[in-house]
Structures are given as structure tokens and as C-alpha cells.
Nanobody
Framework: QLQASGGGLVQAGDSLRLSCAASGRTFSVYSMAWFRQTSGKERDFVAAISWSGTGTYYADSVKGRFTISRDNAKSTEHLQMNSLKPEDTAVYYC????????????????WGRGTLVTVSS
């Protein structure tokens, strides 16, 4: 199971840190990722991280502003979001898959409930 948390209402330019707690499986062997979705649109890829944490991959829209990380000892992953923009407003979901291809974004098959991030202008 995956449980995302940390969302909230912030102003443009602010920072926010999302967390995802995993349970029930061997977290360290899974690639992890964050996706986001706004009302009426498809879920978009945001960032992904390899099982070891040494490999990361970002959507162009967040590159340089967001940082994904993980702590396998605590079975958690994080998304540090800086310089937030109103267009970052969305429900953010954490996801996982039992594959080393963390950079392939179309086959994440474990999903948690989302956490809402709202960025006001």
C-alpha cells in the first residue's frame, strides 16, 4: 500500500514537501514515482527514482524545481517542490512498480491515494 501526504495550499514561489509511505512489500526493490492530475485531464508523470535512489528522471515542467528522493530504511519517498507555480496545482499520486526501468513512465502499477496541492497566484 502507498499513502501520500503533505499536500496543502501555498502561494506561488513557496515550497512544499510531499511524502509517500509504503507498506506490505519490499520497498527497496521497487522503482518509485510521482504523477499528478488536474480535473478533467489525464494523469501526468512528474518524477521517478530508481530502487537504489541513484537514478532520477523528471518531467521537463518540473526539472530544476522538484527533487525526488527515497529512504529505503523507512520505506518512504519524497518530492521536494520548490518555486511552485499555479500550474503545479493538482492531485499528486505516488506510484511504484517491481521493475528497474524507473524512467519508463507508462507501466507503474501500484498507486496510492493522492494528496492535493493548490498553488495560489
Amino acid at each position: 500500500q502507498l499513502q501520500a501526504s503533505g499536500g496543502g495550499l501555498v502561494q506561488a514561489g513557496d515550497s512544499l514537501r510531499l511524502s509517500c509511505a509504503a507498506s506490505g512489500r519490499t520497498f527497496s526493490v521497487y522503482s518509485m514515482a510521482w504523477f499528478r492530475q488536474t480535473s478533467g485531464k489525464e494523469r501526468d508523470f512528474v518524477a521517478a527514482i530508481s530502487w537504489s535512489g541513484t537514478g532520477t528522471y523528471y518531467a521537463d515542467s518540473v526539472k530544476g524545481r522538484f527533487t525526488i528522493s527515497r529512504d529505503n530504511a523507512k520505506s518512504t519517498e519524497h518530492l521536494q517542490m520548490n518555486s511552485l507555480k499555479p500550474e503545479d496545482t493538482a492531485v499528486y499520486y505516488c506510484a511504484a512498480k517491481a521493475s528497474v526501468a524507473y524512467f519508463r513512465t507508462d507501466d507503474y502499477d501500484y498507486w496510492g491515494r493522492g494528496t492535493l496541492v493548490t498553488v495560489s497566484s
